[in-house]
């Protein structure tokens, strides 16, 4: 099969569309239909007080890939009503953004070309090139920079010379400050010209000018010439540097060595690498195909193992108009997005829950501020202490335990997949024991069994209910997990962990595990289907009947719920587990597929012809890892423990009608490479990769 399908060529503004998103994990940007204008970036662990709600979230740093151009003076930004033929063109294979259009001034035409990409291997780098032909002879100006207009916060050092050097290792550093204090991020960069340059186009760098802090060439340009402008920005924030202008300027410097070229080649090879864990979905056809290699794209092109503080529900990816999750790190990750990364890009994963481990001091206080015990991650953490920053009242927060319990299942499926020892001892068992620690305090005897009272499940209701089903049972595989870990690494298990987990009580009617005690379907989100959750992803163990009869229940009920964020994605799983391909080809159509944004194949967070008041927001990583978690464990049946591999697969795959089958040629399993191949009517395969 060819490479990884790219989304087609977009032209045009767009009205409600949602601009390109550009990352690499540490760095995100959206980039403009025009480049040049400024777009909005975030920075992994870059946080700030937020202006309306007064909490810790990510913040907006300055835009690094900011610039102009004039033709016999007429500069560009003064004239976007002239730009016409505007295209834009995205290589998920590279990760490289192409932006085309004209512009115009008087009788003078210059045809441009703007090429973007953030750097996989060096990945505080953002990098662009502009070139540009006129259609007769002109005086150019073309500037790059860092543009800090509408940025929230403050410039504390601006930076054109190197202390004690006679020539300057960048362009200029800025160090900014985040609204109220909480962060600051360092840029820096360093820019060419490239093409017939002409005496006089020696750059000027003048200081912060209003809102940029920029670099100018000026030439004069001969007809058909084709003349490129090439910048490097570094962003370094605080939490990975005590002077990050300092270490923005390091790197800038190091980058002008290497060569923008030598930065553009190293990370396509990059790239290529991660390519290889491609998901190929046989016989379903193109349009599913590039839907997974979308979803592929955008998640990995979020992560990395430099990242210091995981990801957030949009990656780092932002826009005008949708804010509501402020950055802020949730259950959504660990429950929809390591379990992917875990398989396909491990070092990503343990960075994502190198987060976490290294917040469990925030989440052992925020246990003792509720009068608990162990270990309660907060429902919104925040990026740069892993603090509760649910905005106030924070409602969700009083009653949402489930958050605690993802966070631990992931450090054990991810110490299951990779077998890394040490990883178990010093990571994962922390985690484990401090969440079942606090499970024996949160949980409490009955004449029936042990309960969670005034708890919530995955819908977030406006009142709390007693023994939240799939709470329940994610506690239940937490507490067997941890006890077994325990057991693994010889150390003394508290008794109550089996205890409870043999005696949890989960609300029944009849055969069917219903959301909650006192359930009625009727209700506030009353289709949400969070106890399938519990059945997969999470593992929970039901008898063959009892789990047939709770599939069939809320499958028969995915229409009231289906276009809402989340567990849509997962519908077509479940309807596979109960046996139906049709159906399961129906609801991966309208629970994944349907939330598909035309620009660039961004997944939004709602179906829009179901929401429509809700804003256009994307790409949404839950949606995407929902889906992608499907393809590659849901539909596979695997069923990941800390036993051998080739005993993961225990049933039979059924995929969605019309599939063949689902073929990854390099997953990671136990540190090693190995192909997956999942077959409909066979057992799934994992094959090492000599």
Same mark, same amino acid.
């Given at each position: 099969?060819?490479?990884?399908?790219?989304?087609?060529?977009?032209?045009?503004?767009?009205?409600?569309?949602?601009?390109?998103?550009?990352?690499?994990?540490?760095?995100?940007?959206?980039?403009?239909?025009?480049?040049?204008?400024?777009?909005?970036?975030?920075?992994?662990?870059?946080?700030?007080?937020?202006?309306?709600?007064?909490?810790?979230?990510?913040?907006?740093?300055?835009?690094?890939?900011?610039?102009?151009?004039?033709?016999?003076?007429?500069?560009?930004?003064?004239?976007?009503?002239?730009?016409?033929?505007?295209?834009?063109?995205?290589?998920?294979?590279?990760?490289?953004?192409?932006?085309?259009?004209?512009?115009?001034?008087?009788?003078?035409?210059?045809?441009?070309?703007?090429?973007?990409?953030?750097?996989?291997?060096?990945?505080?780098?953002?990098?662009?090139?502009?070139?540009?032909?006129?259609?007769?002879?002109?005086?150019?100006?073309?500037?790059?920079?860092?543009?800090?207009?509408?940025?929230?916060?403050?410039?504390?050092?601006?930076?054109?010379?190197?202390?004690?050097?006679?020539?300057?290792?960048?362009?200029?550093?800025?160090?900014?400050?985040?609204?109220?204090?909480?962060?600051?991020?360092?840029?820096?960069?360093?820019?060419?010209?490239?093409?017939?340059?002409?005496?006089?186009?020696?750059?000027?760098?003048?200081?912060?000018?209003?809102? +940029?802090?920029?670099?100018?060439?000026?030439?004069?340009?001969?007809?058909?010439?084709?003349?490129?402008?090439?910048?490097?920005?570094?962003?370094?924030?605080?939490?990975?540097?005590?002077?990050?202008?300092?270490?923005?300027?390091?790197?800038?410097?190091?980058?002008?060595?290497?060569?923008?070229?030598?930065?553009?080649?190293?990370?396509?090879?990059?790239?290529?690498?991660?390519?290889?864990?491609? %998901?190929?979905?046989?016989?379903?056809?193109? +349009?599913?195909?590039?839907?997974?290699?979308?979803?592929?794209?955008?998640?990995?092109?979020?992560?990395?193992?430099?990242?210091?503080?995981?990801?957030? %529900?949009?990656?780092?990816?932002?826009?005008?108009?949708?804010?509501?999750?402020?950055?802020?790190?949730?259950?959504?990750?660990?429950?929809?997005?390591?379990?992917?990364?875990?398989?396909?890009?491990?070092?990503?994963?343990?960075?994502?829950?190198?987060?976490?481990?290294?917040?469990?001091?925030?989440?052992?206080?925020?246990?003792?501020?509720?009068?608990?015990?162990?270990?309660?991650?907060?429902?919104?953490?925040?990026?740069?202490?892993?603090?509760?920053?649910?905005?106030?009242?924070?409602?969700?927060?009083?009653?949402?335990?489930?958050?605690?319990?993802?966070?631990?299942?992931?450090?054990?499926?991810?110490?299951?997949?990779?077998?890394?020892?040490?990883?178990?001892?010093?990571?994962?068992?922390?985690?484990?024991?401090?969440?079942?620690?606090?499970?024996?305090?949160?949980?409490?005897?009955?004449?029936?069994?042990?309960?969670?009272?005034?708890?919530?499940? %995955?819908?977030?209701?406006?009142?709390?209910?007693?023994?939240?089903?799939?709470?329940?049972?994610?506690?239940?595989?937490?507490?067997?997990?941890?006890?077994?870990?325990?057991?693994?690494?010889?150390?003394?298990?508290?008794?109550?962990?089996?205890?409870?987990?043999?005696?949890?009580?989960?609300?029944?009617?009849?055969?069917?595990?219903?959301?909650?005690?006192?359930?009625?379907?009727?209700?506030?989100?009353?289709?949400?289907?969070?106890?399938?959750?519990?059945?997969?992803?999470?593992?929970?163990?039901l008898a063959p009947a009892e789990e047939q009869a709770t599939l069939d229940f809320y499958l028969a009920h995915a229409e009231s719920y289906i276009g809402s964020p989340m567990l849509s994605a997962l519908y077509g799983v479940w309807a596979a587990r109960a046996g139906d391909r049709a159906k399961a080809l129906k609801l991966m159509e309208e629970g994944y597929a349907a939330f598909a944004h035309d620009r660039f194949t961004q997944i939004l967070e709602y179906r829009r012809d179901r929401f429509p008041e809700q804003p256009v927001a994307g790409p949404f990583f839950a949606n995407m890892g929902g889906f992608l978690s499907g393809l590659l464990t849901g539909f596979a049946r695997l069923r990941i423990d800390d036993g051998d591999p080739q005993a993961w697969a225990g049933h039979d795959v059924v995929l969605p009608e019309g599939w063949s089958a689902i073929e990854v040629d390099r997953v990671f399993v136990h540190g090693r490479p190995m192909r997956l191949t999942a077959r409909h009517g066979e057992r799934a395969t994992l094959t090492p990769i000599d």
């Amino acid at each position: 099969m060819s490479g990884p399908v790219s989304p087609p060529v977009v032209t045009g503004e767009g009205e409600r569309e949602l601009p390109a998103y550009v990352s690499n994990g540490l760095i995100g940007l959206r980039v403009r239909s025009v480049p040049l204008t400024p777009g909005m970036a975030l920075v992994s662990g870059y946080a700030g007080e937020h202006p309306e709600r007064r909490i810790e979230a990510a913040a907006i740093a300055p835009y690094p890939l900011a610039g102009d151009i004039a033709l016999n003076g007429v500069w560009l930004s003064d004239v976007l009503q002239s730009v016409r033929d505007l295209q834009q063109g995205y290589d998920f294979a590279c990760g490289e953004l192409t932006s085309r259009f004209t512009m115009r001034a008087e009788d003078r035409e210059a045809t441009c070309e703007v090429l973007t990409f953030a750097s996989r291997e060096d990945p505080t780098l953002v990098c662009q090139e502009v070139s540009l032909q006129v259609n007769g002879a002109c005086d150019v100006q073309i500037r790059a920079g860092v543009d800090v207009a509408g940025v929230g916060g403050r410039a504390l050092r601006r930076m054109r010379e190197t202390p004690g050097e006679p020539e300057p290792a960048c362009d200029g550093a800025l160090l900014w400050e985040s609204p109220g204090g909480l962060g600051t991020v360092g840029c820096a960069y360093v820019t060419e010209v490239l093409g017939g340059r002409a005496p006089g186009s020696n750059p000027v760098r003048p200081a912060l000018a209003g809102d +940029r802090l920029i670099t100018t060439y000026a030439f004069r340009a001969a007809k058909g010439v084709r003349y490129r402008l090439r910048q490097i920005t570094s962003l370094v924030p605080s939490a990975m540097h005590n002077q990050p202008d300092h270490q923005a300027a390091r790197m800038a410097a190091k980058a002008r060595f290497d060569g923008f070229d030598a930065i553009r080649q190293e990370s396509r090879a990059a790239w290529a690498e991660l390519w290889k864990g491609r %998901i190929r979905l046989v016989g379903a056809g193109q +349009r599913w195909q590039a839907l997974a290699d979308a979803a592929f794209f955008y998640l990995n092109a979020s992560v990395h193992p430099s990242s210091p503080a995981s990801t957030s %529900i949009f990656g780092l990816a932002t826009w005008h108009d949708y804010h509501y999750y402020y950055g802020h790190v949730m259950w959504d990750i660990e429950a929809f997005v390591t379990p992917v990364l875990s398989l396909v890009q491990p070092k990503a994963a343990e960075a994502i829950l190198d987060y976490r481990f290294r917040c469990l001091p925030a989440a052992r206080r925020n246990a003792q501020l509720m009068g608990r015990r162990g270990v309660q991650f907060p429902w919104e953490s925040a990026p740069s202490s892993g603090d509760e920053v649910a905005p106030l009242p924070a409602t969700a927060a009083w009653h949402e335990d489930h958050a605690s319990l993802d966070v631990a299942h992931a450090f054990a499926l991810h110490a299951a997949v990779t077998d890394d020892r040490e990883f178990l001892r010093l990571r994962a068992w922390p985690v484990l024991a401090g969440v079942a620690e606090w499970m024996t305090v949160r949980a409490r005897r009955t004449a029936d069994g042990y309960a969670i009272e005034a708890s919530m499940g %995955i819908a977030e209701r406006e009142q709390p209910v007693d023994n939240a089903a799939y709470t329940n049972m994610a506690a239940v595989v937490v507490l067997a997990e941890a006890a077994r870990t325990g057991d693994r690494l010889g150390y003394a298990v508290d008794p109550l962990w089996r205890e409870i987990a043999a005696t949890m009580a989960l609300p029944r009617r009849g055969k069917v595990v219903v959301s909650h005690d006192g359930f009625r379907i009727d209700e506030e989100k009353g289709a949400t289907p969070d106890p399938l959750m519990g059945l997969w992803p999470v593992g929970y163990r039901l008898a063959p009947a009892e789990e047939q009869a709770t599939l069939d229940f809320y499958l028969a009920h995915a229409e009231s719920y289906i276009g809402s964020p989340m567990l849509s994605a997962l519908y077509g799983v479940w309807a596979a587990r109960a046996g139906d391909r049709a159906k399961a080809l129906k609801l991966m159509e309208e629970g994944y597929a349907a939330f598909a944004h035309d620009r660039f194949t961004q997944i939004l967070e709602y179906r829009r012809d179901r929401f429509p008041e809700q804003p256009v927001a994307g790409p949404f990583f839950a949606n995407m890892g929902g889906f992608l978690s499907g393809l590659l464990t849901g539909f596979a049946r695997l069923r990941i423990d800390d036993g051998d591999p080739q005993a993961w697969a225990g049933h039979d795959v059924v995929l969605p009608e019309g599939w063949s089958a689902i073929e990854v040629d390099r997953v990671f399993v136990h540190g090693r490479p190995m192909r997956l191949t999942a077959r409909h009517g066979e057992r799934a395969t994992l094959t090492p990769i000599d």
